[in-house]
């Protein structure tokens, strides 16, 4: 069983919180020890950004977080060796690698899955990989018993969210909102609708991200959702942290609070 798979059976219906951060923001030396004070203060699955020079799907947060990365000398093989370094600490906690496929064509499918496998790597997100792209790297990834989770919007169409849910592995991602991350207010009504309707193509889980930013907006996607996935607004506060102690109590004041909203369920 994957550690994906073990962390939702081990959750047996409570919500699984997964906060995202983008690797080498704000500084490289904080990314290991941020992703395990994120594990101390409730997350349950980390997914770590990759740094990319246009990462299309992202608001000017992260887009800003990547740029800051990227600027300090981190790219794809310093974050798969991030995971490598907090796999040395922690065996349980699952970590997906959320970019683009740019970096990872350039660097060959077959290497760049080897390097996450070998560095602890579960799952992989790209943005731009939809499943009709996919084959070769859906491969790989396969092979070296990694998953990978694709997308599904607002837009997508019934038979084609089936067809994604077919080819899905780890859990589904919902993206809550038609929009760039961290872009507006999400409306959690439509939300709800929506995540029901996925969950007739699938017993997969179903994460919500993009839009939740809060205690209150995670609560009201949780309802009916399986997880849910906060990245600009912690990234954001992340973002003036000069050292590990400002990252620490950053990161306590903002998960705490959304981890204890989802646990009262």
């Known amino acids: 069983m994957s550690r994906l798979a073990q962390v939702f059976a081990r959750l047996s ?3 699984a919180l997964i906060p995202f ?24 699955v980390i997914e770590l950004g990759m740094p990319f020079s246009d ?7 992260i887009q800003q ?4 990365a990227i600027k300090q000398g981190v790219g794809i093989e310093k974050t798969i060796q991030m995971v ?3 796999r040395e600490a922690d065996q349980d906690t699952p970590v997906v690698l959320m970019g683009y496929l740019n970096p990872v064509e350039c660097m060959g499918h077959e290497r760049f899955v080897q390097q996450a496998k070998s560095s602890g790597v579960d799952a992989l997100l790209l943005v731009d990989s939809p499943p009709e792209e996919s084959s070769e790297l859906l491969q790989q990834l396969k092979t070296n018993d ?6 599904i919007a607002p837009t997508t169409t019934d038979a084609r969210a089936a067809m994604i849910c077919e080819h899905a592995a780890g859990f589904v991602y919902y993206v809550a909102l038609k929009g760039v991350t961290g872009s507006a207010d999400l409306d959690a009504e439509s939300v709800n609708k929506d995540v029901k309707k996925i969950k007739q193509h699938t017993d997969l889980p179903v994460a919500v ?17 399986d ?17 590990s102690n400002e990252a620490s109590q950053v990161i306590a004041n903002f998960i705490k609070p959304i981890r204890s909203a989802l646990d009262s369920l």
């Open 227 to 243: 997880a849910v996935v906060i990245g600009s607004a912690l990234v954001l506060a992340l973002g003036a942290c000069k050292d």
């Open 55 to 61: 990462p299309m799907a992202d608001g000017p947060v």
């Open 84 to 86: 490598k370094k907090f």
């Open 21 to 44: 951060v983008t690797a080498g923001h704000p500084h490289p030396d904080l990314t290991v020890n941020i992703m395990h004070d994120l594990v101390r203060n409730g997350a349950d």
């Open 146 to 151: 990694l998953e990978q989770i694709f997308l």
């Open 65 to 68: 977080a990547s740029e800051h």
């Open 209 to 225: 991200g993009f839009g939740v930013k809060d205690a209150k907006s995670a609560v009201a996607v949780a309802e009916v959702a």
């Open 13 to 15: 219906g409570q919500k």
